[in-house]
């Protein structure tokens, strides 16, 4: 079925059957998931976007990340669902495990934006200035609960609401993520953790300025010139 084809099947059942359109694309979601691992004996986590405007359909399989895992250990959610486990180490050491993170891009009213600074002693990425959130999702967690407790982890802020800006797949010589970006405006009071070796608001322009100069981790660099410079 050309893509086309599925968007208007899809609209014609929601006119005809007066059924939520929500409801349909949640079902054909989970039957491509469902599919999926079964023709792929897949043993990760497996995530389907349908874009509704398109009719375009992406799947991912992706591993989450846990402090320890005991060796050939599979884990199972309550309903038997087989799910990938890696610990930190294996996601980073070249493994390629394709894992799933967050950002939070954290701008005040003034549009200027907040990155956190890594500190010397981080394995990658030392010393730049990075995403003002981002971390991994946990064993257990939504993308949205891993937002929340990295933004209080890192920054303190709890009270705030953010929106999707898009997820794609980020490779680099040592890991491979499935990045979920977020944004959100904030004017509170920020806390960054002790952790990090501070942070600061930046203007635009000023970011601009100082791209391709070694400042910031390329991870930045790619999402604010393909995504928050379009914004």
């Known amino acids: 079925m050309e893509k086309k084809e ?5 609209d014609t059942i929601v006119t005809e059957k007066n059924i939520s359109p929500d409801i349909i694309y949640e079902a054909l979601t989970l039957a491509l998931q469902t599919a999926y691992k079964k023709n792929f004996n897949s043993k990760t986590n497996v995530r ?24 050939g250990k599979i884990v199972e959610d309550e ?18 495990l394709l894992h799933p993170v967050v950002h939070l891009h954290v701008f005040n009213s ?17 010393g730049k200035w990075d995403t003002s959130v981002g971390g991994h999702v946990d064993l257990g967690e939504s993308v949205e609960m891993a937002l929340k407790r990295e933004a209080g982890e890192e920054l303190g802020i709890s009270d705030f609401t953010s929106q999707l800006l898009t997820h794609y797949v980020f490779e680099s010589d040592r890991e491979k993520e499935l990045v979920f970006s ?7 009071p920020i806390s960054p953790s002790e952790e990090l070796a501070g942070g600061r608001f930046w203007s635009l322009d000023e970011i601009r300025q100082n791209l391709g100069k070694n400042v910031f981790t390329p991870n930045f660099e790619r999402e604010f010139t393909t995504v928050l410079n379009q914004k």
């Open 6 to 10: 599925l968007i208007k099947a899809i």
């Open 48 to 71: 389907v976007d349908i874009n509704r405007e398109t009719g375009d359909i992406k799947v991912f399989s992706y591993y989450v990340v846990v402090p320890e895992i005991d060796e």
């Open 79 to 96: 309903e038997g669902n087989i799910t990938g486990a890696a610990t930190r180490g294996e996601c980073h050491n070249g493994s390629k």
């Open 110 to 126: 003034k549009g200027e934006l907040y990155l956190q600074k890594r500190p010397e002693w981080k394995d990658i990425q030392p």
């Open 182 to 188: 977020h944004k959100t405006v904030f004017d509170g």
